[in-house]
Nanobody, 124 residues
Framework: EVQLVESGGGLVQPGGSLRLSCAAS????????MNWVRQAPGKGPEWVSD????????RYADSVKGRFTITRDNAKNWVYLYMNSLKPEDTAVYYC?????????????????WGQGTQATVSS
């Protein structure tokens, strides 16, 4: 019924860019804060970014601020994460998730909906 399907991951060189997409179905994202959370190899999940229901407010983890941009298209029920100036430490599985408000949490249990993830690898 409810799905968040991430795509756009892949292998990119340091300094490169990727655009991650999150296609939502079974619920209307307009009513939710939308989030990106990532989990790097050997590390716990870390909150990356969120965007308010109307798209007016965005927040970023310090580690990605200035390099990543989160957007949403409520008409299409999609969310995006534009990742620029990528670093090897950005290598992770990236998850799209929905919450009632900004939580800045990396824990699955803190979210209403959570996707299956897409792998982004930054390597020379």
């Amino acid at each position: 019924e409810v799905q968040l399907v991430e795509s756009g991951g892949g292998l990119v060189q340091p300094g490169g860019s990727l655009r991650l997409s999150c296609a939502a179905s079974g619920f209307i994202i307009q009513h939710y804060t939308m989030n990106w959370v990532r989990q790097a190899p050997g590390k716990g999940p870390e909150w990356v970014s969120d965007i308010s229901d109307g798209g007016d407010l965005t927040r970023y983890a310090d580690s990605v601020k200035g390099r990543f941009t989160i957007t949403r298209d409520n008409a299409k029920n999609w969310v995006y994460l534009y990742m620029n100036s990528l670093k090897p430490e950005d290598t992770a599985v990236y998850y799209c998730a929905a919450s009632t408000y900004s939580l800045r949490s990396g824990r699955r249990e803190d979210y209403i909906y959570w996707g299956q993830g897409t792998q982004a690898t930054v390597s020379s």
